[in-house]
């Protein structure tokens, strides 16, 4: 067995190391108890969607034991089949994890699934991890952080980038806001599900990094269509083109990624219109609460929700180019 001790942790110098029942360290000290993280503990996740069941499917390749839920038993299968236990509600996968991991649609779902009476933070372990993947509300990561603190369990926000390419590939970029001490201790899980890690500062912060991101590729994605309409009514081969301007400064995930989707008519979902529809309206949202002006963002939102009207709400993002070339 292998285990991962919490670094120093600033409110206490003094630790207290035992096992429980379930074979798992506590770490002890004045102000908390908690957990210690080793490979035998257990996982609960929640939403097996696009990007959460390659996460879970690279959870239980590193050999964690991982119990999922979704609302429809049936699109878990695969993952039961290879190996993740099923659990037939919200409290019975809380109760029974050490971690819990969500990733799901909305923050009315993120709701959902953290409050009340049957939701995570009433049912989880003392002593706990729970970590919303979900793009969200930094108001709402900011009240699951509160009300889980005085529940004896920690809470990380840790939204992800990097699209179905990056859950498959264990690559994505996780954004976290939180605790020091919980980051650490959590680390390891997150190293399997991402490359690219970092804690941003306090709870919420994950989120507002994530916005930022969102912000950013609000206005990429109408440069890349408006690069390859150009492109191609210019009389050029738009993947030539792509292999010289990837590589310079116009390079971006979007550009080489979703470019090639766009021009081979591709419009699988890798990251839903829909659900980048909720992230940039979360983000203007933000971006008004603290008196900013973000017309770039404003001008994407609006071409999404003209793309969701035309019935390309369940598309990938790259559909955005259907507005800007007739053919498609």
């Not at 097996?48 to 878990?76: C, F, H, W």
């Not at 923050?107 to 919303?132: H, L, Q």
């Not at 709870?203 to 408006?226: D, F, P, R, W, Y």
């Not at 080489?256 to 940039?280: Q, T, W």
Request: glycine letters at 10%; one cysteine or more; aromatic letters at 8%.
């Amino acid at each position: 067995m292998f285990s991962y001790a919490t670094p120093c942790c600033s409110h206490s110098s003094k630790r207290f190391f035992f096992y429980n029942d379930e074979n798992n360290y506590i770490v002890k000290t004045r102000r908390e108890c908690y957990i210690m993280l080793t490979n035998n503990t257990k996982i609960g996740f929640i939403g097996t969607g696009v990007m959460g069941k390659s996460m879970v499917q690279n959870l239980l390749q590193a050999g964690y034991p991982v119990s999922v839920y979704t609302r429809t038993k049936e699109k878990a299968q695969d993952l039961l089949n290879q190996g993740a236990d099923w659990k037939d509600s919200v409290a019975a996968l809380a109760s029974e994890s050490d971690v819990v991991i969500s990733i799901v649609g909305y923050p009315k779902d993120v709701e959902e699934v953290y409050f009340g009476t049957k939701g995570i933070i009433e049912n989880a372990k003392t002593g706990s991890y729970i970590i919303d993947m979900t793009t969200s509300k930094p108001s709402l990561a900011e009240r699951i952080y509160q009300e889980a603190t005085e529940k004896g369990i920690q809470a990380l926000d840790a939204p992800v980038s990097g699209g179905d390419i990056g859950a498959r590939n264990g690559t994505l970029a996780i954004m976290v806001g939180g605790d020091q001490d919980a980051f650490e201790a959590v680390f390891p899980i997150f190293e399997v599900m991402g490359s690219n890690i970092i804690l941003q500062g306090k709870a919420g912060a994950g989120q507002h990094t994530k916005l930022s991101n969102q912000i950013a590729i609000a206005s990429n994605m109408i440069g890349v269509c408006e690069a390859i309409v150009y492109a191609k009514k210019a009389g050029l081969d738009p993947i030539r083109v792509l292999d010289s301007i990837t590589t310079g400064a116009a390079g971006s995930f979007s550009l080489s990624k979703l470019a090639p989707r766009m021009i081979e008519g591709d419009f699988a979902p890798g990251f839903y219109v829909k659900h980048f529809i909720k992230d940039m309206t979360i983000a203007l949202e933000s971006v008004e609460e603290i008196g900013l002006s973000t017309p770039g963002l404003a001008l994407s939102l609006n071409l999404y929700r003209e793309l969701a009207e035309k019935g390309e709400a369940d598309s990938g993002t790259q559909a955005l180019i259907k507005l800007f070339d007739s053919s498609l």
